[in-house]
C-alpha cells in the first residue's frame, strides 16, 4: 500500500531564515512525486513535479529534490508570503496518487 | 481561461438527503478526479475519470458515485443518502497525460465546502 507521510507537522520560521520539509514515502512503483502548495480556503496550487532520483527543481526560493525514499522541499531567505501549507502526493502506475497530510509553513516578519 | 470550477462552493445538508456536485474544467484535460479533504489527513481520491464515459474508484468510494457524461469536461460527484461522516471539504482536479508518458500536473478547483447535520 502506497503511504507518504510529511515532516514536520508544523514549522515557524523567521523572515530569511532557511529551512527544509521532508515527504517520505513508500510505494510499488514511482510514476511521479509532487509538491503543492495550499492556502487557507483554497484548492492546491502546483509547484513541481519530480519522475526519478537525483532529480532537482528550482522556482524562486523553492527547491525541491528527490531521492529513492525521500523528498526535500528547500525554502531559501523565506518570505511571510510563502506562508501556507505544502503537499507532498506520489502517483504509481495504478494511476492512483496518495497525498501526504501537509507541513504548515508560517513565516514570521 | 476559468481553469477547474466547482459548484456549489458551500452546502449545509440534513442526514440521508441527496446532492450532486458538479465540475468543470475548460483545458480539455482527458482525466479529471474527486477528493475529499479531512483535517491531518490529506487529500483522499474518491473516483477518478480517464475518459469520457469511464470512472474508477479510488481509496474512499463508499457512499459516493460519479458520472462523466458526454460533455467530457464535466465530471459529477454525487452523494445518494448524505451521512455526517461526508462532512468534508471536497476537490476537483483535472490533468493531462500524454500518450505513452506519465500523468501531468494536476489542477484543482476551488472545493466545496459540505456540511452534513
Known amino acids: 500500500e502506497d503511504q507518504v507521510t510529511q515532516s514536520p507537522e508544523a514549522l515557524r520560521l523567521q523572515e530569511g531564515e532557511s529551512s527544509s520539509l521532508n515527504c517520505s514515502y513508500t510505494?510499488?512503483?514511482?510514476?511521479?512525486l509532487f509538491w503543492y502548495r495550499q492556502d487557507p480556503g483554497k484548492g492546491p496550487e502546483f509547484l513541481f513535479t519530480?519522475?526519478?532520483a537525483g532529480e532537482e527543481k528550482e522556482k524562486e526560493r523553492l527547491k525541491a529534490t528527490l531521492t529513492k525514499k525521500e523528498s526535500f522541499l528547500h525554502i531559501t531567505a523565506p518570505k511571510p508570503e510563502d506562508s501556507a501549507t505544502y503537499l507532498c502526493?506520489?502517483?504509481?502506475?495504478?494511476?492512483?496518487?496518495?497525498f501526504g497530510p501537509g507541513t504548515r509553513l508560517s513565516v514570521l516578519p | 481561461n476559468a481553469g477547474v470550477t466547482q459548484t456549489p462552493k458551500f452546502r449545509v445538508l440534513k442526514t440521508g438527503q441527496s446532492m450532486t456536485l458538479l465540475c468543470a474544467q475548460d483545458?480539455?484535460?482527458?482525466?479529471m478526479y474527486w477528493y475529499r479533504q479531512d483535517p491531518g489527513m490529506g487529500l483522499r481520491l474518491i473516483h477518478y475519470?480517464?475518459?469520457?464515459?469511464?470512472?474508477?474508484k479510488g481509496e474512499v468510494p463508499d457512499g459516493y458515485n460519479v458520472s462523466r457524461l458526454k460533455k467530457k469536461q464535466n465530471f459529477l460527484l454525487g452523494l445518494e443518502s448524505a451521512a455526517p461522516s461526508q462532512t468534508s471539504v471536497y476537490f476537483c482536479?483535472?490533468?493531462?497525460?500524454?500518450?505513452?508518458?506519465?500523468?501531468?500536473?494536476?489542477?484543482f478547483g476551488p472545493g466545496t465546502r459540505l456540511t452534513v447535520l
Open positions: 519530480l519522475y526519478s
Open positions: 510505494v510499488s512503483g514511482l510514476r511521479g
Open positions: 475519470s480517464v475518459g469520457e464515459g469511464t470512472t474508477a
Open positions: 483545458m480539455n484535460h482527458e482525466y
Open positions: 502526493a506520489v502517483q504509481d502506475y495504478g494511476q492512483n496518487f496518495v
Open positions: 482536479a483535472s490533468s493531462y497525460s500524454r500518450a505513452g508518458g506519465p500523468v501531468d500536473t494536476q489542477y
